[in-house]
C-alpha cells in the first residue's frame, strides 16, 4: 500500500499529534481540520493570523515571540535562521490554540548558492534547467527553516526601463508560462509540500509589467484583450501548476488598486480561475490605498482589502488595528474574516505544519554552525544553469572562442565585483562565495595570462552612485575608484597593448536593475562608453561581457565590439560560466527572452505586437507607414536571438497536410542540421500567425518550441504537434475561440528569421 503524504511527513516524530490542539482525529482532513479550528478561535486569535511581519527593525525579537504567543502574528519574513525560527515557533506552541508560524523569504534565483537572475534563466529555454535551480534553492531555504517563497515572479515585462524586468522572465506569455509551471514543481513540488520543499506564491498579480512609462510602481492601463491573451496566461499557469499562494501587485488597474480590486481578486482569480490558496498583499499595500486615493484612512483601507480577499497583510498593522472594529461594527462579517483565517490555515496546513511545526525547522544539534559553509552550496548545478543562460550577441571573425594560450587583458568595472555577480534578489547569497569573471578567467587560464585594470567606474554621475548606495543595501554596494576617468582608462589600455585579445566586462551595478531602479536611458554609462572607445583604438580583438539586468540600447557597442556576450547576472558561479564559454568549454545556446531595442525612444519592441493597417514593410518606401524615421525600424536583437559556435541550418517546413478539422490535429516537421564543427545546443522555435480573424491579431506568437543538442554534421527532425489550443485567442467578447481560417506555421531558430507554411483550420 503507498503511504498517504502525511504520514510520510510525520514519519520519525516522536508524537506528531501532540502539535495540534484541535481533533487530532481530524488532522488527515484538511477541510475538516481547518474548520474545526476556526470554530475554536476567538476574533483576536484570528486577526492574528492575518498578519505577516518582517523580521528586523519591525519588532525586536523578545517582543515578536510574545506577540506570537499572544496570538497576534501569523507569519514573518526575511528570517532565514533556524535557531531564532525555532525561537518563534516554540512561542506560537505556547499560545493557546498553538498554531504554527510559518517563515516566508523572498527565494528568487536561489539561496545560498544563487543561479542567474530571472532574464538569464529565461534566456536557458531549459525547463529542466530552471527547475533544478528552483527545486535547489528550495533544498536550501527549506534547510534554513523557510516555509514559502515569494516567487515566481511572472510579470510579463515589455518595456526595459522597469527595473524589475531583470526578476522576470521576459516579455513573451508562452515562454513565462512555461516558467511559471517549472519553478511551482521545482519549488513547491507536489501539495502538501514535502520537507525539503517550499510553497510558492507566484507575484505580482496582476499585471506589474504594464507600469506606465516603465516608470515602477506607476498605474496601469490596459485593456481586457490584452490582459487575457497576454499578461494573465502566465499567473494562471502557476496557479494551475499548484502555486499554494498569490502576491497582491502594488499597482493599480483600470483605476483601481490590485489590492482592493473586486473583478481581479474575486471574479477572476476566486471564480473564474476556481484559486484555493492563500493571498497576500504586497509590502505594505493595503496602506497605500489610501494614498492611490480609494480610502481615506487605515480603517477603511483594510475594509476593502479584507472584503476583497486579502487574507495576510505585509508589514503593516492595519488588519491588527482596524478589524476588531470593523467587525464590532458590521461592516465587516465573520463570514469574510473566517475566509481569510482559513486560506491562511489551509496554507499552513498545506505546507505540513500542523503535522509538525518544526518541519523545516529541524533539532537544534543538525544547525549548520556556518550558514554559509561551502558544504552547503551547489556549484556544479550553479555553474552548469549559468552557461546555458548566457547568449552570444555577436561574433565578427568568430573571435570567440579564445584560445587558452592567448594573454587576455580583462577590464571594466564589472570584471571584479562579487556582489554584482547576484544580482538583485539575490536571497541569502553572500557575495564572498560568489566567483568573478576575474576569478573565472586566472582559474581558467592562470593568472599570469590575465592582465587586469578596473578602466572605469560604473558611472561617474555622483548622482547615481548616491541613489543606488540609498537603495535597501544593508551596505553601500558601488564603491568608486578615486583616480581620474582619464588614468583609469590610461591603465586600460596599457593592459591591452600588453595582450592578445580585451575581455571588457561592462553593463549595470546589479542595483540599477532592481525594484525602484527604473532607468530614462537604455545605454551603458558615458564613463564606460569612453573606456570602450579608448580601447577600440588599441586594434586588439574586443570582446564585450556584459551584466545588466535587462535590453540595453547597443548600437553602438554593436559596431565597436568584436564579439558580445549577454550574461545578465550569473550568480555564485558566474566567472566559472563565462569563463567556460569565452573558451569554448561550453559552446552558447542562450537565446532572448525579450527584444533588444535599437533606443530607448524605441521601446516598446516586443515581437508578439499587433498587426497594422499600416505596417513599415522591409525594402519598401517608408512614407506613412508606422515607423519612426530616424532609425532603422525593428529590435537590434529579436526576441529568441541567440548565436552559436556552430552554425545550424533548418530545412523548409513540412505540414501533415493543408487543412485541419475541428478537434483535429497536425504535425509540423522542420529538419534542424549542424552544419560546423562544434557540438551545440539550439533552440527551435514554433510561432503561428492568423492571417484573418474577428480582432485584431498579432504578427506572430510563439507557441512551442524545444531545445536539443546536435554534433557536428549531425540532423534531426523536430516535431511539433498543433491542435486547436494552439490557434485559441481572446476576441472582443472575451471567449477563448479558434476561428476558421488560414494559419501561418513558422519556424525559426529566433522570431525573425523563420520559414513559413499555411493551413487552414476547417
Ligand atoms: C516586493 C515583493 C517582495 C516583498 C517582500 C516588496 O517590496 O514588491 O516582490 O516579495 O517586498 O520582500
Do not use: C
Amino acid at each position: 500500500m503507498k503511504m498517504s503524504p502525511w504520514l510520510v511527513l510525520v514519519a520519525g516524530l516522536a508524537s506528531p499529534l501532540a502539535f495540534a490542539q484541535p481533533q487530532p482525529a481530524l488532522l488527515n482532513d484538511k477541510g475538516a481540520f481547518v474548520a474545526d479550528m476556526v470554530g475554536k478561535m476567538t476574533l483576536d486569535e484570528k486577526i492574528g493570523q492575518l498578519r505577516l511581519i518582517s523580521i528586523g527593525p519591525e519588532m525586536p525579537i523578545a517582543q515578536l515571540a510574545e506577540e506570537i504567543k499572544a496570538g497576534r502574528v501569523g507569519g514573518t519574513f526575511n528570517s532565514v535562521n533556524r535557531p531564532h525560527n525555532r525561537l518563534l515557533q516554540n512561542a506560537a506552541m505556547q499560545g493557546r490554540m498553538k498554531i504554527p508560524m510559518f517563515f516566508a523569504y523572498d527565494v528568487i534565483h536561489g539561496h545560498r548558492t544563487t543561479f542567474p537572475i530571472g532574464l538569464g534563466l529565461a534566456s536557458s529555454w531549459d525547463m529542466g534547467a530552471i527547475q533544478l535551480m528552483a527545486s535547489t534553492a528550495a533544498k536550501e531555504a527549506a534547510g534554513d527553516s523557510v516555509d514559502m517563497t515569494f516567487a515566481p515572479m511572472v510579470d510579463i515585462a515589455r518595456d526595459p526601463r522597469w527595473g524589475r524586468t531583470s526578476e522576470g522572465f521576459g516579455e513573451d506569455p508562452h515562454l513565462v508560462s512555461e516558467i511559471a509551471r517549472a519553478t511551482v514543481k521545482g519549488f513547491q513540488g507536489s501539495l502538501p509540500v514535502p520537507a525539503d520543499r517550499i510553497m510558492t506564491s507566484v507575484k505580482h498579480f496582476a499585471l506589474y509589467g504594464a507600469v506606465e512609462g516603465g516608470r515602477d510602481y506607476n498605474t496601469v492601463d490596459m485593456s481586457p484583450m490584452r490582459m487575457y491573451q497576454d499578461y494573465l496566461p502566465p499567473y494562471r499557469a502557476a496557479i494551475d501548476a499548484g502555486a499554494g499562494g498569490v502576491m497582491v501587485a502594488l499597482n493599480s488597474i483600470n483605476g483601481v488598486p490590485a489590492t482592493s480590486n473586486t473583478w481581479l481578486m474575486q471574479d477572476l482569480l476566486r471564480k473564474d480561475w476556481g484559486f484555493k490558496g492563500v493571498t497576500v498583499s504586497d509590502h505594505g499595500a493595503i496602506v497605500e490605498l489610501m494614498r492611490h486615493g480609494v480610502a481615506k484612512d487605515e480603517r477603511e483601507a483594510a475594509k476593502l482589502a479584507i472584503k476583497n480577499g486579502i487574507d495576510l497583510s505585509m508589514a503593516d498593522s492595519v488588519y491588527l488595528n482596524e478589524l476588531p472594529g470593523l467587525v464590532k461594527s458590521g461592516e465587516v462579517e465573520m463570514r469574510e474574516i473566517d475566509n481569510a483565517v482559513r486560506e491562511v490555515l489551509g496554507a499552513k496546513y498545506d505546507m505540513g505544519l500542523f503535522h509538525n511545526p518544526f518541519l523545516r525547522i529541524g533539532v537544534a544539534q543538525d544547525d549548520p554552525p556556518d550558514l554559509d559553509a561551502e558544504s552547503r552550496l551547489h556549484r556544479p548545478a550553479a555553474r552548469d544553469v549559468a552557461r546555458k543562460s548566457i547568449v552570444l550577441l555577436e561574433n565578427r571573425n568568430s573571435t570567440l572562442p579564445l584560445a587558452k594560450s592567448k594573454r587576455v587583458a580583462l577590464v571594466g568595472p564589472l570584471a571584479d565585483a562579487p556582489i554584482d555577480m547576484l544580482g538583485s534578489w539575490s536571497a541569502a547569497g553572500n557575495s564572498k562565495n560568489a566567483v568573478t569573471l576575474r576569478a573565472g578567467l586566472s582559474a581558467a587560464v592562470g593568472q599570469d595570462r590575465v592582465v587586469y585594470a578596473r578602466g572605469a567606474n560604473i558611472t561617474n554621475d555622483e548622482g547615481i552612485v548616491k541613489y543606488l548606495n540609498f537603495l535597501n543595501w544593508d551596505t553601500p554596494e558601488v564603491t568608486q575608484d578615486k583616480r581620474t576617468p582619464a588614468a583609469m582608462i590610461e591603465e586600460a589600455v596599457a593592459a591591452a597593448r600588453q595582450s592578445d585579445v580585451i575581455v571588457a566586462a561592462l553593463g549595470e551595478a546589479r542595483g540599477m536593475s532592481h525594484e525602484s531602479s527604473s532607468r530614462t536611458s537604455l545605454d551603458l554609462p558615458q564613463s564606460q562608453r569612453d573606456l570602450i572607445t579608448a580601447l577600440k583604438a588599441t586594434g586588439k580583438p574586443l570582446v564585450l561581457v556584459l551584466m545588466n539586468g535587462r535590453p540595453l540600447a547597443l548600437q553602438r557597442e554593436q559596431q565597436e565590439a568584436d564579439a558580445i556576450l549577454e550574461t545578465w547576472y550569473t550568480g555564485t558561479e558566474g566567472g566559472h560560466a563565462i569563463a567556460d564559454v569565452l573558451f569554448g568549454d561550453y559552446n552558447p545556446s542562450g537565446k532572448l527572452p525579450i527584444s533588444f531595442p535599437r533606443s530607448v525612444g524605441q521601446i516598446p519592441t516586443y515581437y508578439n505586437h499587433a498587426r497594422l493597417g499600416r505596417p513599415f514593410t522591409e525594402g519598401k518606401p517608408g512614407n506613412y507607414t508606422s515607423q519612426y524615421f530616424e532609425e532603422v525600424t525593428g529590435p537590434l536583437y529579436p526576441f529568441g536571438y541567440g548565436l552559436s559556435y556552430t552554425d545550424f541550418a533548418l530545412s523548409d517546413v513540412a505540414l501533415s497536410g493543408a487543412s485541419m478539422t475541428r478537434g483535429g490535429k497536425l504535425e509540423a516537421a522542420i529538419t534542424v542540421k549542424n552544419m560546423g564543427q562544434r557540438a551545440g545546443e539550439t533552440v527551435v522555435q514554433l510561432y503561428i500567425q492568423d492571417v484573418a480573424a474577428s480582432v485584431v491579431r498579432p504578427v506572430k506568437e510563439l507557441k512551442d518550441f524545444r531545445k536539443l543538442m546536435l554534433k557536428p554534421g549531425e540532423e534531426q527532425v523536430v516535431r511539433f504537434a498543433i491542435d486547436e489550443s494552439k490557434l485559441k485567442f481572446f476576441n472582443a467578447q472575451l471567449q477563448n475561440v479558434a476561428e476558421a481560417g488560414t494559419f501561418n506555421v513558422q519556424i525559426g531558430l529566433d522570431s525573425q528569421a523563420v520559414k513559413q507554411k499555411s493551413f487552414d483550420l476547417q
